[in-house]
């Protein structure tokens, strides 16, 4: 009964309302995580990444939220109708995650080996209520799982509170908690953001070379482009609430369609060097008044009459390659 | 110049923004949050009822005249019926009329209590958590020495020294009360202090004064007002401690806490004089705490000390 | 060449850690350690570094935010190292900063205006309110933002729009010296990109110099005319930014330039051969002895752990720490 794919969201709406209105934040978004497939969600700040991300977790508040439309489908099950003791089951065990700040996610006041115990004993079933049994077994795997994410000296570690150790090694422990179920797909928000270059590029490192090795599918949410290029096979660009285009990994860098992706790329500064573009002109939009159709007609160049009318498929324009922008059209645009 | 349309507001660039625009939308922002949180939305209800009450006690309670030294030995010791809603007291005297003067009494003291130690306590505050050193040790541990003292135990002191007085009792409960927001503003100063909003003042060379009134001071108003509002309720049951130890109002004025200690001669029999004023100080408590707990969530204050 | 505009000489930044009641000195952050640089008028000098290299706390001590443990700062030969009232009032004048975050560099309390006007106040520019209504909206112009925000508040602007407004705050005196410390750090790339081509606009048409500080290398590439890297308080290596990115000599500049995520392949195939690099940054507080990269280090000899090596000039105007290069 497995499904063919990990996650598949269809044409997800997700709406906030607040002060000065109706936010309409997700306007119809899809997209798919095939098993054992590494896939980015790139964006800028504001467009959307972490309310789809906090959706497909489960832990959107509604309200304020509203999901008038769409499905979100993790693993083959609808995590919209999920309850939450469902949801919760599924997130200790298949489903793991990597959060940005690795101060917060993990509790200041407890130890890494009880933190990490719970997570074992979890899912074993056993709710770390009761009194507190230390097997072995745990024991060991918790041991384990610190030597995968090459901590040294894992029983100090165990034996450490969060404080006591550098962002880098808490960012290992929260990758060994995240791993050490055996999860079967992983979403990671900016895992390296908060963290020095050396560093991020360390667990950058190590992530890839785990999930790969275990053939875990992952879901890598980030706003940092060369992140992207460096550990994901395919690539969604997200503008806005919308997908503005989608993409084996490779061709967004060599080949962008949308001119979104053309104007984010053209803004990254190269190590080669050389001027960088002036950008794309505008801002994000409000998203109580968002734009009609495409939502970056404002902004865009090459804007025609049809793009604040109708928001644009998803055009093929190659194998794998998907475009939401009218200039890759049957007509042109021309209707 | 070369126009920069990343600039320009997306839709109707042509809109005019003036500061009048700009503070009412931080008004109706600020009203939008609290409307929306039932508990600080009932708070704010009650205390707004309850000043209005004192504010009006004279216009809308039934015998304005019952407040002061008025005997009507016909109707002594009467229990709570139509014309009298909280019965009488001993000398015949409306307790309903009573207990909204009493009010009016409470919340002076609020009033005073907390006019007098805030601004002493706030200034104080900002100085010792801006210059850090010898300046901030002195005050801190100062107020520490104050803080040891319970209020209720210094205004007992200083009442009992001299003749026991409302005002008296006013001044000893502000003469200790400034140490909590001193507390409080010192916290919040050494936090802000290390902003960058705060450096960026001193690099363009502004002086200390201008940057402790209009860079900090600012910023410790949300935390101020949550501070202000639970206090009041405590300043209250402070007096009306006082005034049951008969140190605070004097008879035949009014004073919730008066009251009380009369009534509780005459229970359980006459019921009426204790309970009624009890739960007029418990409703005013409950007001202002619920007001405070909502103004914090609302304002998303999170300081020590509160 | 002319006179520099700015020469740091041995700069030396430590941080009191106190503790107990009596605030007795228990331990002290070494931010920095005798770091000896100049800028000339109108370049764009930079640090790089991670987090822990000091590179912040130069740009502040050089502005007088934090008072310097020791060295000295000339600025167009006057010595402005202790801020007397006199040079302090010259100094401000000459030389501005611009904040890493502009969510926590503007008063979130104070309307734009109020901010801008802070410094003409100060250093009473105008004369009256009507004057300096005018001079803000005029600042405002000048980092592309319409006259009428200066009456919004800082919550109501994007970052970006933010940012620009922090800038305007820096030319509001019309220095010839610009202190950036991180300005885009916090901003995303597309609208890093428009800052950073207004900071290029502005630095030409009014001849400033920056010292940009950043932990970007890519940015660094394209802005910089010099670079220096700072390693735990230190400069370890000091190159025009050319020769820095295409003949790297520092093992830990090798190593940073290898650890970017980049996204072209001519960007790949210029990196260095990837480090595995071990461990993590030390603390401040207890740096290493010697050169201070020495345990994380993979060309390490017995000689790194026990002296610092001196920063030499391998090639014109290319300087490097390391004993690695210097005695090869």
Known sequence: MTHPNMLEIRDLHVYFRGYEGVSRVLDGISLNVGRGERVGLAGETGCGKTVTMKTVMGVLKIPPAMVPHGEVILDGQNVLEMSAKQLLQIKGTRISMIFQDPMNALNPVFMVGEQLYDVIRFAQGDSGTGRKRFGTEIHDRAIAALEEVRLPDPERILRSYPLELSGGMRQRVLIAMALVNGPSFLIADEPQTALDVTIGAQILDLLSELVRTKGISVLLITHNLGVIQETTERVYVMYAGQIAETTPTPVLFKNPKHPYSQGLLASVPRLTGGEIAEGIRGTVPDYTVAPSGCRFHPRCDYVMS??????????????????????????GGSK | MEADESALPLEGSKITITSW????????????????????????????????????????????RHAGAFTDFSSTFQAPSGSHWFGTDEVGRDVFTRVIFGYRVSLMMAVVVLGLSVPFGVFLGLVAGYFSG????????????FLALPPLVMALAICSAF????????????????????????????????????????????????ILFKDILPNCASALMVKITLDAGFVILVGAGLSFLGLGVQPPKPGLGTMISYGAQHLPMKWWLTVFPSLAIFFLILGFNLLGDGLRDMLDVEAEGI | MSDPLLVVKDLVKRFPIRAGIFHRKVAEVKAVEAVSFDIRGGEIFSLVGESGSGKSTVGKTLLGIYRPTDGTIRFKGKDVTTLTKENARFFKKEAQMVFQDPKSSLNPRRSIKSTLEETLIVHKIARNGRERERMVGGLL???????????????????????RVAIARALALDPSFIVLDEPTSALDVSVQAKIIRLLRRLQAKRQMAY????????????????TAVMYLGRIYELAPTEELFTNPLYPYTKTLISAVPVVSEEERRMKPEKQSLGGEIPSPINPPGGCAFHPRCSLVERVCSEQLPDLVEVKPGHFVRCHGVTNA
């Open chain 2, 163 to 210: 003749t026991p007085t409302i005002e008296k009792a006013m001044l000893a409960v502000a003469s200790i009360w400034w140490t909590w927001h001193c507390r409080l503003i010192a916290g919040i100063t050494r936090s802000i202090k290390t902003e960058e909003f705060v450096q960026a003042s001193q690099a363009i060379g502004s002086s200390h004064a201008r």
């Open chain 3, 141 to 163: 112009e000048m980092v592309e933002l319409p006259p009428n925000y200066m009456y919004k508040y800082p919550s109501m602007l994007s970052g970006g729009q933010r940012q």
């Open chain 1, 306 to 331: 049809i793009c604040s009318q109708r928001k644009p498929p998803s055009f093929p324009v190659e194998p794998d390659h998907y475009v939401g922008c009218w200039l890759y059209g049957k007509e």
């Open chain 2, 21 to 64: 625009m700009a503070f009412k939308d931080k008004i109706g922002r600020g009203w939008y949050r609290f409307r929306r949180n039932p508990i600080s939305l009932a708070g704010g209800s009650m205390v707004l009822l309850v000043i209005l009450l004192a504010i009006l006690a004279p216009y809308v309670t039934p015998y304005p």
């Open chain 3, 211 to 226: 010292l940009f500080i950043s932990h970007d290398l890519s940015l660094m590439r394209t802005m910089a005319s010099r």
């Open chain 2, 134 to 145: 010898r300046i901030e040790t002195v005050i801190m541990r100062t107020t520490d020495i």
